[in-house]
């Protein structure tokens, strides 16, 4: 499978929805409880609500287990150095929602998330770095996070940070409608031959565009934003990723996007 940065860390942890402040605030989960509680209250029950198949319960927990680094000392240190904020009872609010989240195996996103809030884990981690600054941990959601408003390239080890409409972008700096549901991206372009390249919204359908990659559809056909073709539900058939809606095709049928996902991440 193939994702653009931001969009394949998505995908890693489905099940997680936005978390709505109670009227009291429950106990906090001490760091070094973390990783194990994030653990279980996503693995148990996920892969089999959403039929994975050769995706086990195992795999579930040795991906999470290998990014998961609550007990790692360089964290420790970022963390004692004001570098990155854990807030353990945003922390514990996370795992209440996972406990009782019915997983939507075909989203394939953070459910109900804006990117600020993947990009804090909704409030559980914090980071500070700018875009374009070296980082340290590959950003999954629920996963710790030294970038400020953005994601850790896993290739790259850098931040990518998350702009607006009207903001620069390059290749450090990504494109978001930052208050939708996530993600929600928008297209880093010229507004005019020599300028700057800032981010704008997608062209809709039958809006005049030069190419492809300017139209949500994903289609500029005669000088117009058209349908694309449509790809295929779970459980159809396809020879390619890209045919399916989920984004994973397993041999001959569309799977899951979630069991796509892990698929790339189990441990064998």
Not at 19 to 31: M, R, V, W
Not at 137 to 142: A, E, I, K, R, T
């Amino acid at each position: 499978m193939s994702y653009r940065p931001l969009a394949y860390i998505s995908l890693w942890l489905s099940a997680l929805a936005i978390t709505a402040c109670g009227s009291s605030d429950p106990e906090p989960i001490q760091l070094e409880q973390y990783c194990a509680r994030l653990t279980d209250a996503f693995c148990d029950g996920l892969v089999h609500n959403c039929a994975c198949g050769t995706v086990t319960e195992q795999g579930c927990r040795a991906a999470i287990s290998s990014a998961c680094m609550t007990d790692d000392p360089t964290l420790a240190a970022n963390i004692n150095d004001g570098i990155v904020r854990y807030d353990g009872v945003a922390a514990a609010r996370l795992i209440e929602k996972l406990n009782s989240a019915t997983p939507d195996c075909e989203a394939g996103i953070v459910a109900g998330w804006r990117a600020a809030d993947f990009f804090t884990s909704a409030g559980v981690w914090t980071g500070t770095k700018i875009g374009g600054a070296t980082c340290l941990f590959p950003s999954f959601p629920g996963l710790p996070n030294d970038c400020a408003s953005g994601a850790c390239s896993i290739s790259r080890r850098v931040c990518i940070a998350g702009v607006g409409d009207g903001e620069n972008c390059d290749t450090t700096h990504e494109c978001y409608d930052l208050d939708a549901p996530f993600p929600a991206y928008e297209r880093c372009a010229q507004a005019s031959l020599g300028a700057t390249n800032i981010c704008m919204p997608f062209l809709e359908l039958g809006e005049a565009c030069v190419s492809s990659p300017e139209c949500a559809s994903g289609l500029c056909e005669s000088g117009s934003c058209a349908f694309f073709i449509s790809t295929a539900p779970f459980g159809g058939a396809c020879t390619a990723d890209s045919q399916c809606q989920s984004g994973f095709c397993d041999g001959a049928t569309c799977g899951h996007a979630v069991c796509g996902d892990f698929a790339v991440h189990q441990t064998p």
